[in-house]
């Protein structure tokens, strides 16, 4: 098993169980997060994409997108392009439920990595900033959440860009 694979396996045995707790707690299914999120990342969705998105038939996503409207998660308005088309969008509740999931991950990782000694942080300085640099940018959603939430890792120097 390499380093990342260790590094991410040690995250995701944190953040899956926090996951579990968070969509309990708010009754929501899997496949709604996963609409949520292509939401977020994406933009407005027709329920075609989101049936796409999660693997459903067009009128079983239909049916998840009323529930979601009905929770307050979603959006549903006319297309201007296609009146016969409907546009999802997340409501502000939807966008704030999403918020604390790439924070909780983004502070385990800051757990683990604060962790380690610091001649090892100083080796991985400058090897994890080149991967970043390499990297595409994360979506300007998730991007804001990283960068608000680890403030003293980018302190740090590790994965800075």
């Known amino acids: 098993m390499n380093a990342l694979h260790r590094l991410h396996a040690s995250v995701m045995a944190e953040v899956i169980p926090h996951l579990a707790r968070f969509l309990k707690g708010q009754e929501l299914p899997v496949q709604h997060l996963v609409a949520m999120f292509k939401i977020l990342v994406d933009g407005p969705q ?4 989101i049936a796409t998105e999660v693997g459903l038939t067009q009128t079983a996503a239909s049916r998840m997108v009323d529930k ?21 969008t997340l409501t502000k509740k939807g966008e704030t439920l ?35 640099r390499a990297l595409p940018e994360p979506p300007r959603p998730l991007r804001a959440a990283r960068d608000d939430a680890v403030p003293a890792m980018a302190s740090g120097g590790v994965g800075d860009r």
Do not use: Q
């Open 46 to 49: 027709s329920v075609a994409a």
């Open 98 to 132: 999403l918020e604390e999931l790439p924070v909780v991950t983004i502070r385990v990782y800051e757990d683990i990595l604060s962790a380690l000694p610091g001649d090892v942080i100083a080796d991985l300085s400058a090897p994890l900033a080149a991967l970043c």
């Open 68 to 88: 979601m409207v009905r929770a307050g998660l979603v959006d549903r308005t006319e297309n201007p392009d296609d009146r016969r088309r409907k546009r999802l």
